[in-house]
């Protein structure tokens, strides 16, 4: 079986987004410790270890995964808005990467700003931005700002043939155009924007 860096990594990110927009809707902002320790409690119960007692220089935090299981290290001295941000960070992380069999162990670091390696391979510079964006989805409670298939691997059913083949192109243009354009990605995070694509998205799956 393929393995992940998360288990079910799409159900992670849409309960992750979930809570974080319920309390950003019940508490006010001053209240950061309270959707940082939200966050950590659905991770554990999801299966996700965490560990926000480490002691790190250059990272704020890790995940590493193997067949054994998923953890999360963040750094003890982050505020709880930073060791949030660790979070939704890794997840996005985990949504965008790909399935592979012969994955054994892996990990995503995140590094203290100035403190990356000098000599990233390009593909981990373009992960690195698309996360950005797909956490700030999550951090908003809004996980459908991003393109459908970052979180749903299905584009939906269709009304028959023909609108199940423009479903899949529309979703897989709009992940083509995430992966490489930041204007794109603030366009593509607007709520009139995001509305629009759910309302074709409805229109197309609709039953005729």
């Known amino acids: 079986m393929p ?33 940082a320790a939200a966050a950590r409690r659905l991770l554990e119960e999801l299966g996700i270890r965490c560990d926000e007692q480490a002691q790190l220089h250059d990272l704020k935090g890790f995940l590493i995964s193997s067949p054994y299981g998923t953890e999360i290290v963040v750094g003890r001295d982050l505020s709880d808005d930073e060791r949030l941000e660790v979070y939704a960070h890794l997840i996005a992380h985990a949504l965008l990467g790909a399935d592979s069999p012969m994955l054994r162990l892996a990990a995503r670091f995140e590094y203290v700003d100035g403190r990356a390696p000098d000599s990233r391979p390009a593909h981990e510079l373009q992960e690195e931005a698309v996360a950005d964006a797909v956490a700030r989805a999550i951090l908003g409670g809004r996980l459908q700002a991003a393109p459908r298939l970052i979180y749903c691997r299905d584009a939906g059913p269709g009304r028959g043939r023909f609108t199940r083949a423009v479903l899949r192109g529309l979703h897989r243009g709009s992940l083509a155009l995430y992966r490489r354009s930041r204007s794109y990605q603030r366009l593509r995070s607007l709520p009139v924007v995001t509305a629009l694509t759910e309302r074709v998205q409805t229109f197309l799956c609709d039953a005729a």
């Open 3 to 35: 393995h992940k860096l998360v288990p079910d990594a799409e159900l992670t990110a849409a309960h992750l987004a979930r809570v974080l927009s319920v309390r950003a809707y019940c508490e006010p902002p001053t209240s950061p410790p309270h959707r």
